[in-house]
């Protein structure tokens, strides 16, 4: 009988933010596939969980979706979890949970923390409809072309950022929406949270004087 894959989601920063079930969880299966088994660690090493590890992230998601396949079809369970969040946002996790699925292997979901979902939250942008569009392509004119499109949308538009390329996606939205209201997130949870208010134009000047860190939920 084929084992269990868990789907557990894990704190976005603060490493209180995270539910018993999850903690019960990744104590209690065979193996915990990890998108860096080191930031992993931090986390298990606080709630003194000793389950081994295995790392799973996008550039050996295929030869390591075979392995954890063949543990799963053993019986055994495993937990899927990201370095922040809910796995499968984002990242490669939604590769290994559609193979369970064609395997007839069943897939739990063990709920918890997301961070576009904490940051729509305290936006206040309109919650009732939304589009999430990930991470928009780091090429200039596909870029520009998937805003121009997102401009004719009604529902909040949600976007993750990196900190090396915040600048220019801040550049094409006033260039293709105007100088219209953002939402900037990052470090949610965290010591130094931010969380910016404001037209994309007083958004671009921050950034002219103060390096922008870490990873950023945007918000149109």
Same mark, same amino acid.
């Given at each position: 009988?084929?084992?269990?894959? *868990?789907?557990?989601?894990?704190? +976005?920063?603060n490493l209180a933010d995270i539910t018993l079930r999850a903690i019960e969880t990744l104590k209690s299966v065979d193996l915990i596939a990890a998108e860096d088994t080191r930031h992993t660690k931090i986390l298990l090493d606080r709630y003194?969980?000793? $389950?081994?590890?295995?790392?799973?992230?996008? *550039?050996?998601?295929?030869?390591?979706? /075979? *392995?954890l396949l063949k543990i799963l079809k053993e019986g055994k369970s495993v937990a899927l979890v990201s370095d922040a969040g809910t796995p499968g946002i984002s990242d490669p996790g939604y590769k290994i949970i559609r193979m369970c699925i064609d395997n007839d292997i069943a897939v739990v979901p063990i709920p918890g923390p997301s961070g576009l979902i904490t940051a729509l939250t305290v936006s206040g942008k309109p919650t009732d409809k939304f $589009?999430?569009?990930?991470?928009?392509?780091?090429?200039?004119i596909k870029r520009k072309n998937q805003l121009k499109k997102l401009r004719d949308e009604k529902r909040t538009a949600v976007l993750y950022e990196s900190p090396h390329r915040i600048q220019k996606l801040?550049? /094409?939205?006033?260039?293709?929406y105007g100088d219209v209201d953002v939402v900037l997130a990052r470090e949610l949870t965290k010591k130094f949270e931010e969380l910016r208010r404001e037209k994309v134009s007083a958004s671009i000047e921050h950034f002219r004087s103060s390096s922008p860190k870490g990873e950023f939920?945007? +918000?149109i």
């Open positions: 009988m084929a084992g269990t894959l *868990y789907i557990v989601s894990t704190p +976005i920063g003194e969980i000793k $389950t081994p590890t295995t790392s799973y992230f996008e *550039y050996n998601k295929v030869r390591k979706t /075979d *392995y $589009t999430f569009e990930g991470f928009l392509s780091p090429k200039p801040l550049a /094409d939205i006033l260039e293709i939920i945007v +918000i």
